[in-house]
């Protein structure tokens, strides 16, 4: 379980989450049992001022043994930044958009400049004398909010020119806008599972017309057990027009446990951090199991109860 409500959750916020409290947002995840934690993004303070702070968050966090700490980079800049940010960092997640369009309003450069200039990211991770692993996350995989249908020969084709460049591990295929549907997610993903069966392949979906769910569970299907997920269901990219929340991490943990998929993550304790979620941010989250509770979290019977009960056998018969 890969959990983004730092990064994707928090580039769309309105109000400045302040350092210190996604630092305690942070070590509390950390404590859940969660495989890899995105803590922020070093992109342009001006596209995304909530994430300012991206060097302050990472020096201050409790580095958990076994959590792999990831961060968002787009371009070069964002790369100096994390080499020399101060703190260690396992990996790095670079991103560029299938759709021309959208990797036009997100990062300003065109989908073939995008990959060289992350090309050279990866040959200076490579160089750099601490390890890091480097992720792609690929946008707009199963649709654009602008272009509408991506054939799927372009999503492997960007993968597979990510993925032949030597120190890129993996790939995230992403529903930036939620526009992903069970079956279109498993053609995908089979066939992208057929062309790279070693590679490290995630799925971050979007629940922005409630199949985010059905979308993971199709993932899964295909044979995909890495996913991202934000804590509450926040989540968005502010440059997607459209774009809304992320899967909830503790409704899909909910959902694989109940399947019979062990998580390794503690659910009570997910569903703790997850409470305290809505004073952080300032409004409600559209998390579900944190309201409704696990599925036999029971409710007190009535007081009533039992005089219907009275009531009903006094009748006799069955
Ligand atoms: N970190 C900090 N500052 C950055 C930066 C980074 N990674 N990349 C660019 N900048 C700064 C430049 O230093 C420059 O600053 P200045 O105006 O003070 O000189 C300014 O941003 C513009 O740089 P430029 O290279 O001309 O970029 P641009 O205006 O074409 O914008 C991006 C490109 C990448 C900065 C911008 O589109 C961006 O950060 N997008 C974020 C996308 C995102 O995070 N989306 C959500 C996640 S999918
Ligand atoms: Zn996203």
Request: hydrophobic share 40%.
């Amino acid at each position: 379980m890969q959990e983004v409500v730092l990064r994707d959750g928090l580039q769309s916020e309105r109000a400045f989450v302040p350092t210190a409290q996604k630092i305690a947002l942070a070590d509390a995840l950390s404590r859940t049992g969660i495989a890899k934690l995105e803590v922020t993004s070093f992109v342009s303070p001006k596209a995304i001022p909530n994430l300012a702070d991206a060097e302050d968050v990472l020096r201050g966090i409790t580095r958990v043994p076994g959590v792999l700490y990831t961060v968002l980079v787009p371009n070069m800049r964002g790369a100096e930044r994390a080499l020399n940010c101060g703190a260690s960092i396992d990996e790095w997640n670079l991103v560029m958009s299938v759709s021309e369009s959208h990797n036009l309003m997100n990062l300003r450069m065109t989908r073939e400049q995008s990959f060289t200039q992350l090309a050279a990211v990866v040959a200076l991770a490579r160089s750099s004398p601490t390890p890091v692993a480097i992720n792609v996350s690929l946008s707009c995989c199963f649709g654009c909010p602008v272009e509408g249908e991506v054939p799927p020969a372009e999503v492997h084709r960007w993968a597979a020119r990510f993925l032949e460049l030597d120190g890129v591990g993996g790939v995230s295929l992403c529903d930036t806008t939620g526009m992903a549907f069970p079956s279109q997610v498993q053609t995908i993903c089979n066939e992208h599972l057929r062309r790279w069966p070693d590679a490290e392949t995630t799925l971050h979906f979007h629940n922005t017309r409630g199949l985010g769910l059905a979308n993971a569970l199709a993932g899964l299907a295909a044979g995909i057990d890495r996913f991202d997920a934000s804590l509450g269901g926040l989540g968005g990219c502010p440059f997607a027009p459209g774009a809304t929340g992320n899967i909830c991490t503790e409704d899909l943990v909910h959902l694989l446990e109940l399947e019979g998929c062990a998580t390794g993550v503690d659910l009570p304790a997910l569903l703790e951090v997850s409470r305290q979620l809505a004073a952080t941010v300032g409004h409600d989250t559209p998390g579900q199991v944190v309201k409704a509770g696990q599925r036999l979290d029971t409710k007190p019977a009535p007081d009533w109860l039992e005089g219907v009960r009275a009531r009903a056998l006094a009748k006799g018969g069955d």
